[in-house]
Nanobody, 119 residues
């Protein structure tokens, strides 16, 4: 059974930092493309960052470039999202996404973790 379990969300003041984690199981993690998305009520889910299977290439949304860093540990089946210099507009539910299987045929989502940036 495929599972993606996010953790690390919470309330932080503007300018602060948080680190999200997503632990995966049930598929070959080292062959998967992993991504972080976020969503606020009434808006579409937005891609934040995506990492290739080896972690050798990571692409970021313009809104988070220079502030967020995505990393993956294939030995622990875990991806991370280090978020620095947080802004109120970063407030959202953050989701972990995995694409795996032959040609990335399969797609799974975590349950999401709330990040709130507020003073």
């Amino acid at each position: 059974q495929v599972q993606l379990v996010e953790s690390g969300g919470g309330l932080v003041q503007p300018g602060g930092s948080l680190r999200l984690s997503c632990r995966a199981s049930g598929f070959t993690f080292s062959n998967s493309r992993m991504s972080w998305y976020r969503q606020v009520p009434g808006k579409e889910r937005e891609l934040v960052a995506v990492s290739t299977s080896t972690g050798g290439s990571t692409t970021y949304a313009d809104s988070v470039k220079g502030r967020f860093t995505m990393a993956r540990d294939n030995g622990k089946n875990t991806v991370y999202l280090e978020m620095n210099t947080l802004k109120p507009e970063d407030t959202a539910v953050y989701y972990c996404n995995a694409r795996y299987g032959y040609r990335g045929l399969y797609n799974s989502w975590g349950q999401g973790t709330q990040v709130t940036v507020s003073s």
